[in-house]
C-alpha cells in the first residue's frame, strides 16, 4: 500500500516569509508525528497527534512553529516567520495505535528540505 | 528523559565483513528500541524493532539487534556486508507507557562506509 508522503520535496524561501509542510499519513493509521533533521541538531521530536486528543507540542521550538491535523487524516507543519535556522528536512510518520496507548513503529515519510535564504 | 548514545559517528567496513553498530540508550524502564536507515535524500527505513519477548531480533535485510538489559544496550550486527549497506543507520527509543506519545528520540547516528 501507499506509504507517507510529504509535500513539497523540496522549499526554497526567503527569510521572514510563512511555508506550509504537508504530510499524508498512511491510510488508517491514527498517530502522526513530525521531526526535524537538521547538521547541528540530528533528529528532533517537533509534534505528535494521536487521534482526537490534544497533540503533544513540547518539541516544538519556538511559537513560529504549529501544525494541525484535519480530519484525522492529513497534517500541515506551518513555520512563521521562518529564519536560516529554521533550515532542515522536515520529517513525517504515521504509526498505528496499540493497546495500553502505546504506539507501534513509525513509518516515515521522504521528507520536506527546507532551504531559508 | 530517555536518550540513546552511537558512540561511532563513522564505521568504514569491506564488503563481506562482519558489522556491529552500537547503541546504547538510558530510559527508566524497559523502552521499545529500533533501528532505521537512511540512504542519501531518503526518509527513515525502519530495519527492525524490538518490544518484548525474544532479546535478538531479526529484522529486514539480513540485520539483526540483540537487546541487553544489563548493558543498556541493543546493538546491530549483520554477519556479511553488501556495497548497498552504505547509509546512515540511526537507533531510537521509544517510551513504553506513556500517557501522551510514544515520541522517539534518536541517536546521532552512525554513517557506514564500505569499501569493495
Known amino acids: 500500500g501507499a506509504g507517507v508522503s510529504q509535500s513539497p520535496s523540496n522549499k526554497v524561501t526567503e527569510k521572514g516569509k510563512d511555508v506550509e509542510l504537508r504530510c499524508d499519513p498512511i491510510s488508517g493509521h491514527t498517530a502522526l508525528y513530525w521531526y526535524r533533521q537538521s547538521l547541528g541538531q540530528g533528529l528532533e521530536f517537533l509534534i505528535y497527534?494521536?487521534?482526537?486528543?490534544?497533540?503533544?507540542k513540547s518539541g516544538l521550538p519556538s511559537d513560529r512553529f504549529s501544525a494541525e491535523r484535519t480530519g484525522g487524516s492529513v497534517s500541515t507543519l506551518t513555520i512563521q516567520r521562518t529564519q536560516q535556522e529554521d533550515s532542515a528536512v522536515y520529517l513525517c510518520?504515521?504509526?498505528?495505535?496499540?493497546?495500553?496507548?502505546?504506539?507501534?513503529?513509525?513509518?516515515f515519510g521522504p521528507g520536506t528540505r527546507l532551504t531559508v535564504t | 528523559a530517555q536518550s540513546v548514545t552511537q558512540p561511532d559517528i563513522h564505521i568504514t567496513v569491506s564488503e563481506g565483513a562482519s558489522l556491529e553498530l552500537r547503541c546504547n540508550y538510558s530510559y527508566g524502564a524497559t523502552p521499545y528500541l529500533f533501528w532505521y536507515v537512511q540512504s542519501p535524500g531518503q526518509g527513515l527505513q525502519l530495519l527492525l524493532k524490538?518490544?518484548?519477548?525474544?532479546?535478538l531480533v531479526q529484522g529486514i535485510k539480513g540485520f539483526e539487534a540483540e537487546f541487553k538489559r544489563s548493558q543498556s544496550s541493543f546493538n546491530l550486527r549483520k554477519p556479511s556486508v553488501h556495497w548497498s549497506d552504505a547509509a546512515e543507520y540511526f537507533c531510537a527509543v521509544g517510551a513504553r507507557f506513556t500517557g501522551t506519545a510514544s515520541k522517539l528520540t534518536f541517536g546521532t547516528g552512525t554513517r557506514l562506509q564500505v569499501t569493495l
Open positions: 510518520a504515521s504509526s498505528s495505535r496499540g493497546a495500553g496507548n502505546v504506539s507501534y513503529e513509525q513509518y
Open positions: 497527534f494521536q487521534g482526537n486528543s490534544a497533540p503533544d
Open positions: 524490538y518490544f518484548s519477548g525474544d532479546t
